[in-house]
C-alpha cells in the first residue's frame, strides 16, 4: 500500500467519531436497576443484565469486576491521549494509539459484544467499535479468507489485477448473499443485483462539522472471459460502470446499482456467456476516487484494458476498496436468454455465437506437423473431389431434364 493510502486510513480511523459508552460496573453493579444504553440505536445493549445475579459466582463476579476495572483505567488512558491531541496538526503516532486505546476499552464490553453479536452491527456503524468488531469478523471468521482463495484460485490475479490490497465487504444479493466465485444462472442477472459495500474505515479525516466523511466511488463489472473472434483468445467485457458513488462508513445499506447513487456511465448489461466457451467471471471492482479527477470517455464496452481504464483515470490499485464476483456458463436451459441479450441488449440480430474447440496451431501459433499437413491436404483433396462430383451430377441432371423436355414437344 503506497504511503498516502497508509497516512490517510491510519488518520481517518484514529479520528471516528466517538460516544461515550457507560462503563461496564455501572450496569453490572445491580441486577434490579436499568442498565445504561450502551448505543442510542440498540434496545438490547440497554437491557444487558449479568448471566447470573451478585454472589451466585465468585468467579464470574470477578470477571465482571476485573472487565470493569481494566476499562476504568483504560478511559482514563484514553482521555489523558486525547487531551494532547493537536486536532490543527494531529500527531500519526498519537492518533493511532489513542485508536487502540479505544478498541481496547470497548472489544470486550459485555453489552457492546451483546449488540454486536444481535445486529451485527447494523445502523451502529458510526461507533469506532462496531467497525472494529464486524472488520473483525470478517477477517477471522473466513469471509475475507474464502474471498481471496476464490479470486487467486480463479486467476483473477493476474488476469485482472496484479495484486489485491486489504479491501473492505462488496457483497452481491439476490434472493440471498451470493458466495464469491460461486456459479449462477445468467437469467438470474436479468436486472442488476443488489451491492453493498461496507467500509471500516473513513476515506478522510473526519472534523466536527464532519464526523462520516464521504468519498466518491467507482463501480466496475467486468468480463475477463469474453470471446475474441481476432484472437482467438478472450478479451474484458464491461457489463456495468458507474462512477461518482458517494459512500461512508455509514453507507453499508445503501444498493449501489440504484439508478439513483452515482453517475451510471455504462448501464447493466445481463451476464451471456456463449456456448462452447468455459465459465465466465464476473468481477465487481469498487475504486475509490481521488478529490480531483478527471474521467476519460468510455463508449464501447469491449476490450477495456482494466490496467489501461486505472492509469488514464488516475486510479492504482491501492484504490480498491471492494471486489467480489460470480460465475455463470452456457447450458440448454439458459440458450433462450443468452440469446435474448444478444439481441435486446447487444443488437445482435442472429443471437449469440457458438464456439468450438479451436486448434492449438491456430491458439498458440503452432506450425502444424508433417503428418497433421497430411492429413489436412487429404481432407481438402476430397472436399474438392466431392464438389467436382457434385457438379457434375448436376450437370447431368440438368441435361436429363432437358432432354425429356424436348420430347415431351415433340409427342406433342
Same mark, same amino acid.
Given at each position: 500500500?503506497?504511503?498516502?493510502?497508509?497516512?490517510?486510513?491510519?488518520?481517518?480511523?484514529?479520528?471516528?467519531?466517538?460516544?461515550?459508552?457507560?462503563?461496564?460496573?455501572?450496569?453490572?453493579?445491580?441486577?434490579?436497576?436499568?442498565?445504561?444504553?450502551?448505543?442510542?440505536?440498540?434496545?438490547?445493549?440497554?437491557?444487558?443484565?449479568?448471566?447470573?445475579?451478585?454472589?451466585?459466582?465468585?468467579?464470574?463476579?470477578?470477571?465482571?469486576?476485573?472487565?470493569?476495572?481494566?476499562?476504568?483505567?483504560?478511559?482514563?488512558? +484514553? %482521555?489523558?491521549?486525547?487531551?494532547? =491531541?493537536?486536532?490543527? *496538526?494531529?500527531? #500519526? /503516532? !498519537? @492518533?493511532?494509539?489513542?485508536?487502540?486505546?479505544?478498541?481496547?476499552?470497548?472489544?470486550?464490553?459485555?453489552?457492546?459484544?451483546?449488540?454486536?453479536?444481535?445486529?451485527?452491527?447494523?445502523?451502529?456503524?458510526?461507533?469506532?467499535?462496531?467497525?472494529?468488531?464486524?472488520?473483525?469478523?470478517?477477517?477471522?471468521?473466513?469471509? +475475507? %479468507?474464502?474471498?481471496?482463495?476464490? =479470486?487467486?484460485?480463479? *486467476?483473477?490475479? #493476474? /488476469? !485482472? @489485477?496484479?495484486?489485491?490490497?486489504?479491501?473492505?465487504?462488496?457483497?452481491?444479493?439476490?434472493?440471498?448473499?451470493?458466495?464469491?466465485?460461486?456459479?449462477?444462472?445468467?437469467?438470474?442477472?436479468?436486472?442488476?443485483?443488489?451491492?453493498?459495500?461496507?467500509?471500516?474505515?473513513?476515506?478522510?479525516?473526519?472534523?466536527?462539522?464532519?464526523?462520516?466523511?464521504?468519498?466518491?466511488?467507482?463501480?466496475?463489472?467486468?468480463? #475477463? /472471459?469474453?470471446?475474441?473472434?481476432?484472437?482467438?483468445?478472450?478479451?474484458?467485457?464491461?457489463?456495468?460502470?458507474?462512477?461518482?458513488?458517494?459512500?461512508?462508513?455509514?453507507?453499508?445499506?445503501?444498493?449501489?446499482?440504484?439508478?439513483?447513487?452515482?453517475?451510471?456511465?455504462?448501464?447493466?448489461?445481463?451476464?451471456?456467456?456463449?456456448?462452447?466457451?468455459?465459465?465466465?467471471?464476473?468481477?465487481?471492482?469498487?475504486?475509490?476516487?481521488?478529490?480531483?479527477?478527471?474521467?476519460?470517455?468510455?463508449?464501447?464496452?469491449?476490450?477495456?484494458?482494466?490496467?489501461?481504464?486505472?492509469?488514464?483515470?488516475?486510479?492504482?490499485?491501492?484504490?480498491?476498496?471492494?471486489?467480489?464476483?460470480?460465475?455463470?456458463?452456457?447450458?440448454?436451459?439458459?440458450?433462450?436468454?443468452?440469446?435474448?441479450?444478444?439481441?435486446?441488449?447487444?443488437?445482435?440480430?442472429?443471437?449469440?455465437?457458438?464456439?468450438?474447440?479451436?486448434?492449438?496451431?491456430?491458439?498458440?501459433?503452432?506450425?502444424?506437423?508433417?503428418?497433421?499437413?497430411?492429413?489436412?491436404?487429404?481432407?481438402?483433396?476430397?472436399?474438392?473431389?466431392?464438389?467436382?462430383?457434385?457438379?457434375?451430377?448436376?450437370?447431368?441432371?440438368?441435361?436429363?431434364?432437358?432432354?425429356?423436355?424436348?420430347?415431351?414437344?415433340?409427342?406433342?
Amino acid at each position: 500500500m503506497s504511503t498516502r493510502h497508509a497516512a490517510t486510513r491510519l488518520l481517518a480511523r484514529a479520528g471516528s467519531s466517538r460516544q461515550t459508552l457507560a462503563p461496564i460496573a455501572s450496569r453490572a453493579a445491580s441486577t434490579s436497576t436499568s442498565t445504561p444504553t450502551a448505543s442510542s440505536s440498540s434496545s438490547s445493549s440497554s437491557s444487558w443484565q449479568p448471566a447470573l445475579p451478585a454472589g451466585t459466582s465468585p468467579a464470574y463476579d470477578a470477571a465482571l469486576s476485573y472487565l470493569s476495572s481494566h476499562q476504568s483505567t483504560t478511559l482514563s488512558r +484514553l %482521555d489523558k491521549q486525547r487531551s494532547k =491531541l493537536d486536532a490543527n *496538526n494531529p500527531d #500519526p /503516532d !498519537l @492518533l493511532q494509539r489513542i485508536d487502540q486505546l479505544e478498541v481496547e476499552a470497548y472489544s470486550n464490553d459485555p453489552a457492546i459484544r451483546r449488540s454486536f453479536r444481535e445486529t451485527g452491527g447494523k445502523g451502529q456503524m458510526g461507533q469506532m467499535i462496531f467497525r472494529w468488531l464486524s472488520e473483525e469478523k470478517w477477517k477471522k471468521q473466513g469471509g +475475507l %479468507d474464502l474471498l481471496m482463495q476464490r =479470486l487467486l484460485q480463479m *486467476n483473477v490475479v #493476474p /488476469d !485482472l @489485477l496484479p495484486t489485491l490490497p486489504p479491501t473492505s465487504p462488496l457483497t452481491i444479493t439476490l434472493n440471498q448473499v451470493i458466495e464469491p466465485g460461486s456459479i449462477q444462472l445468467s437469467s438470474l442477472f436479468s436486472n442488476p443485483p443488489i451491492i453493498h459495500s461496507q467500509l471500516f474505515h473513513h476515506p478522510s479525516l473526519p472534523t466536527t462539522t464532519q464526523p462520516n466523511p464521504e468519498a466518491l466511488h467507482t463501480l466496475l463489472v467486468i468480463d #475477463p /472471459d469474453s470471446p475474441s473472434h481476432e484472437t482467438h483468445s478472450f478479451q474484458p467485457r464491461v457489463h456495468f460502470l458507474k462512477r461518482d458513488i458517494p459512500l461512508s462508513v455509514l453507507s453499508g445499506e445503501v444498493n449501489l446499482a440504484d439508478t439513483a447513487v452515482g453517475k451510471e456511465v455504462l448501464g447493466w448489461e445481463s451476464p451471456a456467456p456463449e456456448q462452447g466457451t468455459p465459465n465466465h467471471r464476473y468481477v465487481f471492482l469498487l475504486f475509490r476516487q481521488t478529490q480531483s479527477q478527471s474521467f476519460s470517455s468510455v463508449t464501447s464496452r469491449e476490450n477495456v484494458d482494466l490496467r489501461e481504464y486505472l492509469s488514464e483515470n488516475n486510479l492504482v490499485v491501492d484504490d480498491l476498496v471492494g471486489i467480489n464476483m460470480f460465475r455463470s456458463k452456457w447450458s440448454l436451459e439458459e440458450n433462450e436468454f443468452i440469446n435474448n441479450v444478444y439481441v435486446n441488449q447487444r443488437g445482435v440480430e442472429g443471437g449469440a455465437p457458438v464456439y468450438g474447440k479451436v486448434p492449438k496451431q491456430v491458439r498458440y501459433g503452432y506450425p502444424m506437423s508433417a503428418k497433421r499437413q497430411r492429413i489436412e491436404e487429404a481432407r481438402e483433396d476430397a472436399w474438392n473431389h466431392a464438389v467436382a462430383e457434385l457438379k457434375g451430377l448436376v450437370h447431368d441432371v440438368e441435361g436429363l431434364a432437358g432432354s425429356t423436355g424436348e420430347a415431351e414437344k415433340v409427342k406433342v
